[in-house]
């Protein structure tokens, strides 16, 4: 008698135990504040862009080398660049390191975009101390962009690895472009580079 009394009693307080757990795994799952319009308003966040677009842009030519993309002179053309850049997902760390993912119009015959994922960090005069792409995708159209980019993204501000999304290690169903076998990014000179074919 005594057993059949405490049995559905002792079951009630595992089933809430694992809410809990569950509750708390879900919790942990969505600390994570990415929608940049709930953290930056629309000044910031096109203050921000300008801030980058010289690092994720393309030059403005052929005969612009990247030592001179900081001249003024281009200053309209990357102004342009920044406001048709979407800012898809930002967050700040802790740290005061700033996560973002940012896409940009691709070459394409139809309307597709480029993200890139990366991170940066700020000296208290504002100024950007280092900067940091670690991936960016395949062109895509949306939403398929946005979604793939937002799980990228989150594995990237929670520290995860991002080699299983390589294009050969990702079969048939794209996420990254860059980095690959040859293409890395240098944080010293903040731009994509490739090694010598071996």
């Known amino acids: 008698m005594l057993s059949s009394f405490l049995f559905p009693y002792i079951m009630k307080k ?3 135990g694992l809410c809990g757990i569950l509750f708390l795994g879900s919790c942990t799952n969505t600390s994570y504040t990415i929608d940049p319009n709930a953290q930056l308003s629309k000044k910031e966040q096109g203050q921000f862009k300008y801030e980058i677009v010289r690092y994720f ?13 900081f001249d003024t002179l281009y200053n309209s053309y990357y102004q342009q660049k ?7 997902f930002y967050y700040k760390a802790p740290d005061s390191s700033e996560y973002f993912a940012i896409a940009k119009i691709a070459p394409s015959l139809t309307i597709k975009r480029v993200a890139t994922i990366g991170k940066l960090k700020k000296n ?7 900067y940091e792409e670690a991936a960016r995708t395949w062109k895509m159209v949306e939403p398929e962009l946005h979604k793939k980019t937002e799980v990228l993204f989150m594995d990237f501000i929670q520290g995860e690895d991002l080699s299983p999304y390589y294009t050969k290690n990702s079969g048939e169903d794209f996420y990254i472009e860059f980095p690959d ?6 944080t010293q000179t903040r731009k994509w580079e490739t090694n010598p074919i071996q």
Request: glycine share 2%; hydrophobic share 30%.
């Open 57 to 69: 842009e393309k030059l403005p030519s052929e005969k612009v080398h990247h030592e001179d993309k």
């Open 82 to 88: 920044a406001k048709e850049a979407n800012l898809l």
């Open 181 to 186: 076998d040859r293409t890395f990014y240098n």
């Open 14 to 16: 595992i089933l809430a």
């Open 124 to 130: 208290k005069e504002g100024k950007i101390t280092y």
